[in-house]
């Protein structure tokens, strides 16, 4: 027997939102994402940085997933590269604009209805998982009626350029010799930074604090939580990005090392299952791998004067 369809929540800036209105499509960055959306499943956007918040309208996917090898998002033609490779068809079902704040009450999947913003982070939103049927036929009747008055929120932070401070202190470093704690996370701070976002350190949350955390300028909360657990508690290492995944709908990754991956992978299995299928294990090789290789195209450039 077929699984019923799912609806998902997603938020789309003003930019990509005209694209998903003229083109009658959606593009994903990851095949994990991918493979969550099904033909047939259902497509509620919310607008990022109106004013009110604001869904905007719900679609249907029609077609299969394919790997596009051309831009789709403005951002992807301004820096000539498919950054988000797949992509599908959609069939408009409403377009409108309705208020998230007036339907909060009758949103089940908002359980702490003070902080309901957390649930509109992530992608998906609502901490990776499809939304009720209820919910759904909730938002699609609001946005059959007229369109509810807003604004886009313009955004006046620029990410900014990478730290030369970082840039003097850490050397480039070889791949024999496990670096420093603070050396590996401030060289994810300068990779954040070199890919413009605002990348930032030591940031509390709550109790905790996350050694790096990215965002996008537009953003006031992490779209990305890092933790370097290299050794020592690594209950404590995950339960931070757990509560960040819990609290921001973050995407987590973890930086470790070949010895104490399977450790981390345990408590996957168990502790922390919830969020096993949504962590990233990163090797701390690679960190040196892409902060080295990012450092050499900024060299070739500045040579270049590009």
Not at 6 to 12: D, K, P, Q, R, S
Not at 32 to 44: A, E, H, N, Y
Request: hydrophobic share 40%.
């Amino acid at each position: 027997m077929a699984e019923a369809p799912n609806t998902w929540l997603f938020g789309v800036s003003p930019e990509n939102w005209e694209v998903v209105k003229s083109a009658h499509l959606w593009a994903v960055q990851t095949e994990r994402v991918r493979d969550k959306l099904r033909k047939g499943d259902s497509l509620i956007f919310y607008l990022v940085g109106s004013q009110p918040s604001v869904f905007v309208g719900a679609y249907t996917i029609t077609g299969n997933w394919e790997q596009s090898t051309q831009p789709v998002w403005p951002d992807e033609h301004a820096e000539g590269r498919v950054k988000y490779p797949w992509k599908a068809t959609l069939e408009p079902i409403r377009v409108g604009a309705a208020t998230v704040q007036s339907l909060l009450q009758e949103l089940s999947f908002v359980d702490a209805k003070k902080n309901w913003a957390m649930y509109l982070r992530g992608s998906p939103a609502n901490f990776g998982h499809a939304i009720p049927h209820n919910d759904a036929t909730t938002i699609l009747a609001e946005l059959g009626k007229p369109p509810a008055q807003y604004e886009i929120r313009p955004s006046r932070e620029r990410a900014p350029k990478p730290s030369t401070a970082i840039k003097r202190r850490i050397r480039q470093t070889d791949l024999r010799t496990v670096p420093e704690h603070n050396d590996l996370r401030d060289m994810i701070r300068w990779i954040g930074e070199a890919r413009g976002l605002v990348s930032e350190t030591e940031v509390r949350i709550n109790d905790y604090r996350i050694d790096c955390v990215w965002r996008k300028p537009v953003r006031k909360q992490p779209d990305q939580v890092w933790e370097v657990q290299i050794k020592g508690d690594f209950f404590k290492g995950l339960a931070k990005l757990k509560h960040a995944w819990d609290l921001w709908g973050s995407e987590p990754f973890l930086v470790t090392t070949d010895e104490y991956a399977p450790e981390a992978k345990r408590l996957l299995g168990g502790t922390f299952h919830e969020m096993k299928d949504d962590i990233r294990i990163v090797h701390w090789r690679d960190v040196v791998k892409l902060y080295n290789l990012l450092r050499d195209a900024q060299t070739i450039e500045k040579d270049l004067r590009l």
